[in-house]
């Protein structure tokens, strides 16, 4: 069973950047797509970003322009590089993978 565990969450002033991590515990060359999604207090996980095996992108309309997804087979790793943040941006932003498997999620906020 895939697991999946995020990291590189934390507090960040409006403006700044942040990269968010996801250690995927089974080969990465396996998994046809993986995706960022994120979740405030009382909404829907929405989604963010996701990207193919080949590397294919597609972006949410949420952060379109501000982040970049990419992925690392060899280091069975996914990214998200997230910049010019807002306190809008201050979520649990979680992992996903097909089958409907999530990380436990990393709290980003984003405030002065």
């Known amino acids: 069973q895939v697991q999946l565990v995020e990291s590189g969450g934390g507090l960040v002033q409006p403006g700044g950047s942040l990269r968010l991590s996801c250690a995927v515990s089974?080969?990465?060359?396996?998994?046809?797509?993986m995706g960022w999604y994120r979740q405030t207090p009382g909404t829907e996980r929405r989604l963010v970003a996701t990207?193919?095996?080949?590397?294919?992108?597609y972006y949410g309309n949420s952060m379109k322009g501000r982040v970049v997804i990419s992925r690392d087979n060899a280091k069975n790793t996914v990214y998200l590089q997230m910049n010019s943040l807002k306190p809008e941006d201050t979520a649990v932003y979680y992992c996903y993978a097909p089958e409907g498997r999530w990380g436990q999620g990393t709290q980003v906020t984003v405030s002065s």
């Open positions: 990207i193919t095996s080949g590397g294919r992108t």
């Open positions: 089974t080969s990465l060359f396996s998994i046809d797509v």
